[in-house]
């Protein structure tokens, strides 16, 4: 009996070990993420924008201009073998439709409205009857921002022949979006579950 208990401890401890390490490495890989889509987003804002401007002062190109329809565009082709890797950028009354907050969403875009200090969420979320490691960060309107989300008298006139007055009226400052990437760990908690249980079943039946 004491080697069976003895023999639990172990297994308890190694368990949470391996918690541990599953939870870095999935944390390290969102984080990858969310540099790789920031990445874009300021060489869209800082770079390719200015850029456009000059060549076509007259003109604001979705295409090559939009910083959160390049950065969806480029995380939609994210292959499959990415482990169905769940990115979304979202907002309240989102411009696009399809991309509208959903409920936990926009509980977050709260929490951080109600903590203007934290600059990102992360935790653990069941999406769709998976199990999900999440983390999300608020989107801020910049100055910048205010061009196309301000005023619709003042905003590109391509935007309102694609979406209509959808998106417009936001403030300065205010947490108008989300950056939400999800990534299904159901899997691997199952495999570090049946590790822990057979090396238990081995020591007991040792025992």
């Known amino acids: 009996v004491a080697a069976i ?3 639990a401890l172990f297994a308890a401890g190694f368990y949470f070990q391996m918690q541990s390490v599953l939870e870095k490495e999935v944390r390290e890989k969102a984080e990858l993420i969310f540099f790789q889509v920031e990445s874009v987003q300021n060489y869209v804002r800082k770079t390719l924008r200015p850029r456009m401007y000059q060549e076509m002062p007259d003109k604001f190109v979705i295409e090559a201009m939009s910083s959160s329809f390049i950065s969806r565009s480029i995380m939609e082709g994210t292959p499959e073998s ?3 890797l769940l990115y979304r950028r979202v907002a309240v009354d989102a411009r696009n439709p399809d991309f509208e907050a959903r409920e936990k969403e926009r509980e977050l875009m709260q929490f951080f409205t109600e903590h203007p200090s ?4 992360q935790g653990r979320l069941m999406i769709g009857g998976t199990d999900h490691f999440v983390m999300a960060r608020p989107v ?8 196309c989300h301000g005023h619709p008298e003042t905003a590109p006139p391509e935007l309102i022949a694609k979406y209509g007055f959808r998106g417009f009226g936001r403030e300065e400052g205010s947490v108008g979006g989300l950056d939400f990437v999800g990534l299904p760990i159901s899997a ?3 495999m570090v579950q049946q590790k822990v249980m057979t090396y238990l079943i081995i020591f007991s039946l040792t025992a």
């Open 5 to 7: 208990v003895i023999g």
């Open 118 to 121: 934290i600059q990102v969420w």
């Open 140 to 147: 801020r309107f910049e100055p910048s921002c205010m061009y």
């Open 188 to 190: 691997q908690t199952g």
């Open 82 to 84: 990415a482990g169905h």
